[in-house]
């Protein structure tokens, strides 16, 4: 039997915390017969119901479940953890400034990167889910010198999965025969759901989405438009934000990750940029990226026509505005 992973999930009392924490119990992030130890952090606040959530994961009797650790300590969560969920942070509440907001998360994800960086197990992969996703997870980077910077991801798989899945819904197509969309960018609305160089399979082989959808005008629009606010119709429609699609991308970008993209598929994946396609080196920024042996690789000699440079650009020029802005924090 495979000796047990310890997964840290942060802010688990939370609503992606509530759905995440039993997908990984299940398998559904490191595979069927991968036995796992769940590390949970939250804040005192939160601890009564950080300890309900354990309580239900001992009654849920998952079989690969192998430890529970609930805690308010983040010394005692990261400890040993061989790969971290950052979910946890400061939501921006109704009439607070974009600086407040960052000034909150700039100094939680400036600590838990220090905690990290001390305590975790040596090549710990990380995951920043919490937002704004991209520049929290350069904070960690920045703090935590030590954890190799190809160790330091965000979340763009969920924005990634709900391109995948209008296409699917526009040709009627099964979502599982769409493939190599890309999220080019920042995690927020000037993100670019770029199709490319999407395909689908077909009875007749692999065909462009772009000849199939044949329909320029929806792609340049109304697609990238509807996955870009795609956060803010979940809200309208949930009176919540999205919780479940998080979680489950947030297994499909550590799965990937951990186990490898199939052969001839890439997936989205905000990494640090080592100045490809022309974006500033030194942001984190979401590109198409193939994985392998446990390390993800971006994909290059893609085509970039000059609608899409134009939006590769706007997305890069806001994450550099919220670095600067991060970086005013920190003094
Ligand atoms: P919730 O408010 O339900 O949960 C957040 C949890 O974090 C709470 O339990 C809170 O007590 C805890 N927390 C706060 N500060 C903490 C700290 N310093 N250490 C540990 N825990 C802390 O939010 P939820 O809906 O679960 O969303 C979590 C985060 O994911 C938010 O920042 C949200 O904006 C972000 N999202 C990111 C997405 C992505 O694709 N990257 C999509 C979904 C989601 O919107």
């Not at 090549?123 to 030590?146: D, G, R």
């Not at 007749?204 to 320029?216: Q, W």
């Not at 479940?244 to 297994?251: H, I, P, Q, T, V």
């Not at 100045?275 to 000699?301: D, H, K, M």
Request: with cysteine; glycine share 6%.
């Amino acid at each position: 039997a495979k000796d047990p992973v310890r997964v840290l999930v942060t802010g688990a009392a939370g609503q992606i915390g509530y759905a995440l924490v039993p997908m990984i119990a299940r398998g559904v992030m490191l595979g069927p017969d991968q036995p796992v130890i769940l590390h949970m952090l939250d804040i005192p606040p939160a601890a009564e119901a950080l300890n309900g959530v354990k309580m239900e994961l001992v009654d849920a009797a998952f079989p690969l479940l192998k430890g529970v650790v609930a805690t308010t300590d983040a010394v005692e969560a990261c400890t040993g953890v061989n790969i971290a969920v950052m979910v946890g942070g400061f939501p921006r509440k109704e009439g607070m400034e974009r600086k407040d907001v960052m000034s909150k998360n700039v100094s939680i994800y400036k600590s838990q990167a220090s905690a990290l960086e001390k305590h975790a197990a040596a090549n710990c992969k990380v995951l920043v889910v919490a937002n704004p996703a991209n520049t929290n997870a350069l904070i960690l980077k920045e703090f935590a010198p030590s954890i190799p910077e190809k160790n330091i991801t965000c979340l763009t798989r969920l924005d990634h999965n709900r391109a995948l899945g209008q296409i699917s819904e526009r040709l009627n197509v099964q979502v599982s025969d769409v493939k190599n969309v890309i999220i080019w960018g920042n995690h927020s609305s000037t993100q670019y759901p770029d199709v490319n160089h999407a395909t689908v399979k077909t009875s007749a082989g692999e065909k462009p989405v772009r000849e199939l959808v044949c329909d320029d005008a929806w792609l340049n629009g109304e697609f990238i438009t509807t996955v870009q606010q795609r956060g803010a119709a979940i809200i309208k429609a949930r009176k919540l934000s999205s919780a479940l699609s998080a979680a489950s991308s947030a297994c499909d970008h550590i799965r990937d990750w951990v186990l490898g993209t199939p052969e001839g598929t890439w997936v989205s994946m905000g990494v640090y940029s080592d100045g490809s396609y022309n974006v500033p080196s030194g942001l984190i920024y979401s590109f198409p990226v193939t994985c392998r042996n446990g390390e993800w690789a971006i994909v290059q000699g893609l085509s970039i026509d000059e609608f899409s440079r134009n939006k590769l650009d706007k997305t890069a020029e806001e994450l550099s505005e919220e670095k600067a802005l991060a970086y005013s924090c920190l003094s």
